[in-house]
């Protein structure tokens, strides 16, 4: 039996499907209980994202968390020890202000635990990235639809639909692939489009909303196991239903605390003869 290639940037770098590659899987987490469960299913990567704004922490876009959030939440999914890649994601301001402030704040989150990080943007991100490099940390590209860029995107907008977005799209890819990322996550871009990136590079693609000829697919954790049953975006597909789970477990105990049902015999300590006998004068008083 071949033995599976460990989980490392290199592998993830190599996991191109022409070449006949599995498709990659990515999955958020944010905690170590998720991170667990994510090592356990096996998949690939685990993208500690500034999704967490959003489907942890209560915010209404991702623009909201700190490096020091996102330092907190992949040392908690660090501490889990998954079999996976960790990718820290760089939340906004952590790499817009200066050169130097984004290589100390990619590598906060590789002393949290992470083994390289990703950032949202195109060309103007490319010396960022090259420092990001320089240091020794690897980085994977974001383009397409990037949450962190809604105010300017008018919303969180589909993007590429022209020819020309398109074309200036492809182009990007190229240039980040060129500046050393090691992949590229491509969100919320016509199908088409994610295959015509994913043909000019050479580097692995992982979609959100890119079509099914990516290199690979990644989605937030909370929408896979249906923890968030708000919004469903289009490109989401449910595979659980945690939040009628969990909602219904809690019901159940509230229940039985009320009617006096929990606890029951064998979740409570013993009392030992003697303690009873001696406890039992309180009882009358
Ligand atoms: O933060 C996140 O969850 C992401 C994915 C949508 C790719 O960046």
Redo the contacts with the bound molecule.
């Keep these: 039996m071949s033995k599976k290639p460990a989980k490392t940037v290199p592998f993830v770098r190599n996991s191109k499907r022409r070449e006949g590659a599995i498709p990659l899987v990515?999955v958020?987490a944010y905690d170590a209980p998720s991170a667990r469960a994510a090592s356990e299913a096996d998949v690939d990567l685990i993208?500690?994202?500034?999704?967490?704004a959003m489907?942890v922490l209560g915010y209404d876009d991702?623009l909201q968390v700190t490096i020091d959030d996102m330092v907190h939440h992949t040392a908690a999914v660090a501490r889990a020890k998954p079999n996976v890649v960790i990718v820290g994601?760089m939340p906004w301001m952590s790499f817009h202000v200066s050169i130097d402030e984004s290589v100390r704040n990619a590598a906060k989150l590789v002393k949290a635990g992470a083994h390289c990080v990703?950032l949202?943007g195109g060309l103007k991100r490319i010396p960022v990235i090259e420092a990001i490099l320089d240091a020794e940390i690897p980085v994977m590209g974001?383009i397409g639809l990037t949450?962190q860029s809604s105010n300017v995107m008018g919303g969180f907008r589909v993007q590429g639909q022209d020819v020309q977005a398109a074309l200036e799209m492809i182009d990007e890819a190229k240039e980040l692939e060129q500046a050393g990322c090691f992949a590229l996550?491509l969100?919320g871009i016509p199908d088409r489009l994610g295959k015509a990136i994913t043909d000019s590079i050479n580097i692995p693609t992982?979609g959100?909303g890119a079509g099914a000829d990516t290199d690979g697919q990644?989605?937030?954790y909370h929408d896979v196991i249906g923890l968030e049953n708000r919004f469903k975006p289009k490109f989401v597909r449910r595979y659980g239903t945690a939040f009628e789970d969990q909602t219904l477990a809690l019901t159940k105990y509230a229940q039985d605390v009320r009617k006096g049902a929990f606890p029951g015999p064998d979740e409570m300590y013993p009392t030992k003869d003697e303690l009873n006998e001696a406890l039992g004068l309180y009882g009358k008083q």
């Design positions: 990515m958020t993208l500690v994202g500034d999704s967490v489907v991702t994601d990703k949202e974001h949450p996550v969100e992982i959100i990644v989605l937030v």
